[in-house]
């Protein structure tokens, strides 16, 4: 993910705090998270999201909206979100393997022991690019803004993990 990544490079990074500058009250000095800690809340909220996976109906999740499809990586396809979400925890496990090896045996132990489904071919990752369906209708500044003519503005990466952590806390 992009926030594992910058923390990989970065080590400690803005994250609960971060991107609220338009918020009420806006923040606008964001407190800096521990790279612990934002592994652990980056892990507790996928394995959170797996309960809602396995007990909820996904189609009051549905990424739809009045301009077409929300969903450009796997157009509302749940077993792809599915292998993506569990495929990801296994990979943010996996760094902490080193560090937190308790913490890591635990999430690698809950995926592979349940035989939870995995990405496991080119046509299961997520990707956006130029042949990605609908990639043509968003412009390259405003990539993720897809609720403007609702009068919202919202990133689809962040509407999408707090449809699907709704309910959970941090």
């Known amino acids: 993910s992009y926030v594992s990544n910058v923390s990989d490079l970065y080590g400690d990074i ?3 705090e971060a991107a609220l500058g338009l918020a009420e009250p806006a923040v606008l000095f964001p407190q800096y998270d521990t790279q612990e800690s934002i592994y652990t809340t980056m892990l507790d909220e996928l394995e959170a999201m797996h309960l809602l996976f ?28 599915h292998r993506y979400a569990y495929a990801l925890r296994l990979r943010l496990a996996m760094r902490l393997s080193e560090v937190a090896p308790d913490v890591a045996r635990r999430h690698v132990s ?21 042949q990605t369906a609908g990639f043509e209708n968003v412009g390259l500044n405003d990539a993720h803004r897809f609720d403007e ?22």
């Open 14 to 16: 803005p994250f609960s």
């Open 54 to 81: 396995e007990n909820e109906d996904p189609d009051q999740l549905s990424f739809a909206n009045m301009e077409d499809e929300i969903d450009l990586y796997f157009n509302n396809d749940w077993d792809r979100w």
């Open 110 to 130: 809950a995926i592979l022991d349940n035989g939870l489904p995995l990405i496991e071919s080119e046509l299961e990752h997520a990707e956006w690019n130029t």
């Open 149 to 170: 003519a609702q009068g919202q503005r919202s990133r689809a990466s962040l509407r999408m993990w707090e449809q699907l952590a709704d309910g959970f806390t941090t």
